[in-house]
């Protein structure tokens, strides 16, 4: 069983519709939890940073964190076609450096 | 802007032969890493540096090398390429502990 578990998808919407990208993992030790996004071909860039269980919004994106179930969350609301892209979960211990991340999911935002 | 470039953006080799891919950034960051991206794995860190002369095996270290003589650089060599190490290569910085990474774009290797 992989550490962090991550649906590929893809998973396609609708413009302007709410998307949900989960991710569950297995050691209860993680701290830290990113989501990050990749555009095809570019490296992956910080999209979200939280620490331990709670809610954090920017703009049309919230991430939550449940560490009693060990599952995170990326909301997207009002989706756009420039969110297709692939979203990828990433989490690390106490000291933060060396992140596990989840496979990454495809989302495809049609207009 | 400070960044993090990779070079070449694209190479292909053959297998036995030695190859190695260029990482520079310009943050100053200490920790620098390696991870090599593959469908249905994701990112999986190959080697890491927390600073010169400093380098530390990752999960998936077997057949690659690092060296770190300076802040600036990382450069990952492949001894002998192998067809399993066809891949995409990310390089990525990190100013400290809890900070997030900061990425290159990739270098997409395919060995033959």
């Known amino acids: 069983q992989k550490e962090v578990e991550q649906d590929p998808g893809p998973l396609s919407v609708p413009e302007g519709a709410i998307v949900s990208l989960n991710c569950t993992y297995s050691?209860?030790?993680?701290?830290?939890f990113m989501w990050y996004r990749q555009y095809s071909r570019k490296g992956p860039e910080l999209l979200m940073y939280?620490?331990?269980?709670g809610n954090k919004e920017d703009g049309r994106f919230t991430a939550q964190v449940d560490k009693s179930s060990k599952y995170i969350s990326l909301f997207i609301r009002d989706s756009q076609p420039s969110d297709s892209a692939t979203y990828l979960c990433?989490?690390?211990?106490?000291?933060?450096?060396?992140?596990?991340f989840g496979a990454g999911t495809i989302l495809r935002v049609k207009s | 802007d400070a960044e993090i470039t990779q070079s070449p953006r694209h190479k292909i080799t053959e297998t036995g032969r030695q190859v190695t891919l260029a990482c520079h950034q310009t943050?100053?960051?200490?920790?620098m890493f390696w991870y090599r991206q593959d469908l249905g794995h994701g990112l999986r860190l190959i080697h890491y540096?927390?600073?010169?002369?400093?380098?530390n095996k990752g999960e998936v270290s077997d057949g690659y090398s690092v060296s770190r003589s300076n802040t600036e650089d990382l450069p990952l060599t492949l001894e002998s390429a192998a067809s399993s190490q066809t891949s995409v290569y990310f390089c990525?910085?990190?100013?400290?502990?809890?900070?997030?990474?900061?990425f290159g774009n990739g270098t997409r290797l395919t060995v033959t």
């Open positions: 990433a989490m690390s211990g106490e000291y933060g450096n060396k992140l596990v």
């Open positions: 050691n209860s030790a993680f701290q830290y």
């Open positions: 939280t620490y331990s269980s």
């Open positions: 943050w100053n960051h200490n920790n």
């Open positions: 540096s927390y600073g010169v002369q400093d380098t």
């Open positions: 990525a910085s990190q100013r400290g502990l809890n900070s997030p990474l900061h």
